[in-house]
């Protein structure tokens, strides 16, 4: 668990996200449903998991991202899982996988060219791209696997229509993934896409120290 000094640095949403799970997690407890104890106990650790991380790897999160992140993590497990989202609103999943793999394959982009100190010279811009989008749609895969393991030892049914429903995942995860690639490919070019160059300028407004050669060539 985070210690206060952490906790008060932590956007509202973030907070307000982490108290509903506890107070979900008890209730379950209560009336011990087990299956949302363990969801709403699991979205928690994982809404802890993204600055504790970062800051593990030296990176600072702008707060918009994370608590982007926290509300995505929210939206999928617990909305998507314990509140039934995805049998209610047919367009949930689809949203939420195309939101993922843009947000991983602007991720990947970010951090692959932080490995170049933010040399946008070291390496063609098209292969930087490259292999952001593979960043994205590797995480993409992964949450698959993810959803079959669930699937197997919790009885859940998170695949819904098994292959229909993967495949339908990994068609949209590609469609997103290649967005956020392109998005950190025109950023090399001096270009932007609305809304993500801004994220893009804000995470390495934020992160400096990681991207030095980039500042002294602007």
Not at 87 to 101: G, M, N, P, Q, Y
Not at 120 to 137: D, S, T
Request: positive net charge; contains cysteine; glycine residues 8%.
């Amino acid at each position: 668990m985070v210690n206060l000094k952490h906790r008060l640095k932590s956007p509202i949403v973030v907070l307000v996200i982490q108290a509903i799970l506890t107070v979900e997690a008890v209730t379950g407890i209560a009336t011990q449903t087990w299956s949302a104890v363990f969801v709403a106990l699991s979205t928690l650790v994982l809404t802890l998991l993204p600055r504790r991380f970062a800051g593990y790897l030296g990176i600072n999160l702008p707060r918009a991202l994370l608590s982007a992140i926290v509300v995505f993590i929210f939206a999928a497990l617990f909305l998507g899982e314990v509140s039934d989202f995805y049998e209610r609103f047919w367009w949930w999943d689809v949203v939420l996988h195309f939101i993922s793999a843009l947000s991983f394959g602007l991720m990947g982009f970010l951090l692959i060219f932080m490995l170049f100190e933010g040399d946008r010279y070291a390496a063609p811009p098209w292969a930087l791209g490259v292999l952001a989008f593979c960043v994205g749609l590797s995480i993409g895969a992964l949450w698959e696997v993810f959803e079959f393991t669930m699937d197997q030892l919790f009885a859940m049914n998170m695949q819904k229509s098994g292959l229909v429903d993967t495949m339908k995942d990994l068609i949209i995860d590609t469609i997103g993934a290649a967005i956020g690639a392109l998005s950190g490919f025109l950023y090399l070019k001096g270009l932007q896409i609305r809304g993500l160059g801004r994220i893009t300028d804000q995470f390495v407004e934020a992160n400096k120290r990681f991207y030095r050669k980039l500042r002294r060539k602007k």
